[in-house]
Each structure stands twice: as structure tokens, then as C-alpha cells.
């Protein structure tokens, strides 16, 4: 799928593994409006790449609305990338036992809420836009969709519970979403990032070293992976026209431990 001349949603789009994907997909010709609840970094980064910001909880039907308004107003929406998540460490049950200290059931309905419940929301209503527009190709193509989910959607760790069943609940609906969008021509693939290097590990000799730890299982290359890899990534799902309802890993071939 040619992106020039069509506009692109990615949430989460202000850093990270959202930002790449924006900054990549500008360059191959989408005006990106860049999702996000990070204002001034946002607007920066739209700012940057000659795209939108548009200011949004991703669980908020009204405020992802206004985003894919804002995307039709620029050129026809035919892709999104839902990069935005949450990650809390906790375990099931506390150390003494008892009921009071087990997993808080409210930060782990949170991060269901932003990571999986806003996915889905983000992809009901972004597809409804594109299904409403006229198809780009022969075979009828209207969009394309790139979900995030992540390698302990399978490898989930001690304290990732609430995480793992975020991520995993992106990776089962994946063909499910793909098989409902087959009949308006949309395409729906799932990225699962292993231990991609990222700001939310920090700057600095003390994170250079927890990072280097964290790379003990990845096979090769020795290292974490980067953003812009990540970003290849779902620029090949989002234009390659024969790929659809696949969940793949970019992680270096890790299979992480349990701690």
C-alpha cells in the first residue's frame, strides 16, 4: 500500500516506539497524526515530522474520535499503529499473606484499560473511518493496522501479570479483528517488541547497566533492540499488501526468564 497521499494514526506516537513509526511514515509520504497524552513532546514531534497532534486517552471513545476526524480532515486514513501502553510490576499475592497486600485489582483493571480495552478501541473506531472510504487497489484494500503487543504476552516475568494479560489479550484478538475487517478490505497484523532501548529505561551509568543485564537472552544481536527496528517493521505490515493476521516478534530471538 503507497502511503503517500493518505494520513496515518500512532498512538503513542510522542516517544519511543511510537515516535519512530511516525517519524518513518512521514518520511515514506503519510501525514501522521501523532496520539498521545504527552502535550508538548506530541506537538514536537508533529511539529517535526509536518504532521498533527491530537491529545488522547486511547480508552476515551470521544477523545480517538476527534483523532480520526482530525486524520480524515488531512487525506484519507489508512493506517494506524497503536504504540501507546503501560507497564506495572507487581506480584499476585504480598509477602505476608493476606488479602490486603495481594495484586490491587484497580491498577490491574488500568493497565487492561489503557493496553488492551484502548487498542481495541483505537482499531474499532479507526476502522470504521477507512472502511468508509474507497478502496486503494484492485483487491480492494481500504487500510492496514499494526497492533503492539509484546514478548511477555509469552514470556511473561515475575510481577507481569497485569502486563502479560494486556498484551496477550492484543495478541488473541488479532485474527479475530482480522477476520471481522476482511470484508471492507482491512488488514490487521500484531507486533510483539522483545527488549526494544527505549527512554523509559532511563540515561546514565546506572541504566547502562540494568540494560546490559536485561540483554542476557537475547541471542543475537548482542544488544537491545532499537526503536527504528521496531519501526521497519510495521511499515513493511502497514505496505506489504499480503500480510494479514500475524503476530511477529522483533526481539533478537529472546526468550526471557523468569526473572
Partial sequence: MDLNGTSAL??????GL???TARLLAERGARVVVVDMNAERGESVAKDIGGM?????????????AAVEA???IAPLRSLVT???IGMATRTIGRDGSYESAHDLDLFSKVLQVNLVG????????????????PVDEDGQRGSIVTVASVAAFDGQ???VSYSASKGGVVGMTLPIARDLSVVGIRVNCIAPGLIDTPIYGSGPGSDEFKDKLKRDVLFPDRLGTSEEF?????????????????????????????
Avoid at 487498542?119 to 474507497?134: E, H, I
Avoid at 521497519?232 to 526473572?259: F, H, S, W
Wanted: aromatic letters at 4%.
Fill in 119 to 134: 487498542t481495541f478501541n483505537c482499531v474499532r473506531l479507526a476502522a470504521s473511518a477507512m472502511s468508509q472510504q474507497d
Fill in 18 to 20: 511510537g515516535e519512530s
Fill in 158 to 160: 515475575i510481577g507481569q
Fill in 71 to 73: 486524520a480524515k480532515e
Fill in 231 to 259: 519501526a521497519t517493521m510495521a511499515l513493511e505490515l502497514i505496505t506489504n499488501n499480503y500480510m494479514n493476521a500475524e503476530v511477529i516478534r522483533v526481539d533478537g530471538g529472546v526468550r526471557m526468564q523468569p526473572k
Fill in 53 to 65: 497532534f491530537a491529545q488522547a486517552d486511547v480508552a476515551d471513545p470521544e477523545q480517538v474520535i
Fill in 10 to 15: 500512532v498512538t503513542g506516537g510522542a516517544s
Fill in 83 to 85: 504504540a501507546a501502553g
